[in-house]
């Protein structure tokens, strides 16, 4: 069974960074790609950044040039670096491992105030 955890949400203030990080157990075999979504109240689950094969990356428009998604496979964890944070970058962010299906974690919250 595949266990997603995040941790580093919090509040900041706008202009502030965040760390966050995802901690992946429960299998040996890697993931096809991981990837931290966000979803703010009334808001649907967008994709915020992800990490396939080749450390190939991908970032939302919203995002690029600000945060910055890496990992480690050795210790089985994924980041995404928050830099300039604004209060429009506020929500709930999910780790997402994407395997034959699709897991997430219980997601951590970021707050970002004006």
């Known amino acids: 069974q595949v266990q997603l955890v995040e941790s580093g949400g919090g509040l900041v203030q706008a202009g502030g960074s965040l760390r966050l990080s995802c901690a992946r157990s429960g299998s040996i075999v890697r993931p096809n790609a991981m990837g931290w979504y966000r979803q703010a109240p009334g808001k649907q689950r967008e994709l915020v950044a992800s990490?396939?094969?080749?450390?190939?990356?991908i970032y939302a428009d919203s995002v690029k040039g600000r945060f910055t998604i890496s990992r480690d496979n050795a210790k089985s964890t994924v980041n995404l670096q928050m830099n300039s944070l604004k209060p429009e970058d506020t929500g709930v962010y999910y780790c997402a491992a994407d395997y034959v299906t699709r897991y997430w974690g219980q997601g951590t919250q970021v707050t970002v105030a004006s």
């Open positions: 990490i396939g094969s080749g450390e190939r990356t």
